[in-house]
Structure formats: structure tokens, C-alpha cells
């Protein structure tokens, strides 16, 4: 799973213990996204 940042807003780096906590967070979001059909939309 990845996890896409999106906006236009100029982007720092985020460490990664952010990065794996928003991946735990977002995880069932992005189980329901891709059992719909939205599974590789934004890689």
C-alpha cells in the first residue's frame, strides 16, 4: 500500500514514523478504495 500525498501546497519531507502511522490510519480506507475498484489510482 502507498499512501499519496496530495495538494498544491509546497510539500516538505515527513520522517517516517508519520508516514507509518498515516499508512495504520488509512489502511481501511485504502481496503475499501481498492475493493471498488480505486486500488492503484494514485500510484
Do not use: C, R, W
Not at 2 to 28: N, R, W, Y
Request: glycine share 6%; hydrophobic share 40%; aromatic share 12%.
Amino acid at each position: 500500500m502507498s499512501l499519496a500525498v496530495l495538494g498544491t501546497a509546497d510539500k516538505e519531507p515527513i520522517s517516517e514514523d508519520l508516514m507509518q502511522h498515516l499508512k495504520k490510519e488509512f489502511e481501511p480506507t485504502y481496503a475499501y478504495l481498492g475493493s471498488i475498484g480505486f486500488a492503484n489510482v494514485y500510484e
